[in-house]
């Protein structure tokens, strides 16, 4: 463990990390749920504002992108395939997206 490795995003802040992964470029992915913590029903709390997908630069610990605000109800899941494109799934309404590396969405299902 590095200490005070990750660098802070101005005014936002890691939740609860329900996925990581890594991409070719050594990029770190986190999916999280902000303020949102594990819930008996997240439909009735309804979807989320905060950026839920955050890339960090993996050697400087950097935030360089964040994406994913006003679409998930809980995050769950996360994967980057080998295009390096990432898929986070969310638990509240048994979504999964599919965005570039850049946080461009591609597709969604829900």
């Known amino acids: 463990m590095v200490s005070g490795w990750r660098r802070s995003l101005e005014g936002a802040t890691l939740g609860d990390v329900s ?13 999280h749920r902000g303020g949102r913590p594990w819930l008996a029903d997240p439909v009735q709390a309804g979807v989320r504002c905060e950026a839920a997908v955050w890339r960090l ?5 950097r935030v360089k ?25 969310g638990v509240g309404r048994h979504q999964v997206f599919e ?8 597709l969604s299902r829900a």
């Open 57 to 61: 630069d993996g050697k400087a610990g």
């Open 19 to 31: 996925g990581v992964g890594f991409d070719q470029n050594g990029d770190i992915l986190i999916f």
């Open 65 to 89: 992108a964040v994406w994913g605000a006003n679409t998930f109800l809980l995050a769950h899941g996360l994967c980057v395939d080998r295009r390096g494109h990432v898929w986070p799934t």
């Open 99 to 106: 965005y570039t590396a850049d946080g461009v969405l591609l």
